[in-house]
């Protein structure tokens, strides 16, 4: 079992930038894939990227592309999103999971954390 705590929103304005982290505490193997998902207010849950734990490998939806970058601290067994340049369109709570399929379905993943805000002014 594995859990997950985010961290890091708030409310900023547009153009800013924000970090989440993603701690991770249990078993956490070298087979998971770390994902982050977002849901609006009134819209289903999207994937916004993935990373592999064991080599680093990472994939993104093409609305965050170029703006945003997930990394890992193996150490700390912690994620983390590096988001720059954020507009209105990326508010939304912030949710990490893991799961073992590279996959950008949020079904496909087995553990999530509990969210975090991320509010961004016009």
């Known amino acids: 079992q594995v859990q997950l705590v985010e961290s890091g929103g708030g409310l900023v304005q547009a153009g800013a930038s924000l970090r989440l982290s993603c701690a991770a505490s249990g078993r956490v193997f070298s087979s998971y894939i770390m994902g982050w998902f977002r849901q609006a207010l009134g819209k289903e849950r999207e994937f916004v990227g993935r990373?592999?734990?064991?080599?680093?490998?990472?994939d993104y939806a093409d609305s965050v592309k170029g703006r945003f970058t997930i990394s890992r601290d193996t150490e700390k067994n912690t994620v983390y999103l590096h988001m720059n340049s954020l507009k209105p369109e990326d508010t939304a709570g912030y949710y990490c999971a893991v799961g073992v399929a590279a996959t950008h379905y949020a079904g496909a993943y087995h553990y999530w954390g509990q969210g975090t805000q991320v509010t961004v002014s016009p």
């Open positions: 990373i592999a734990w064991s080599n680093g490998g990472t």
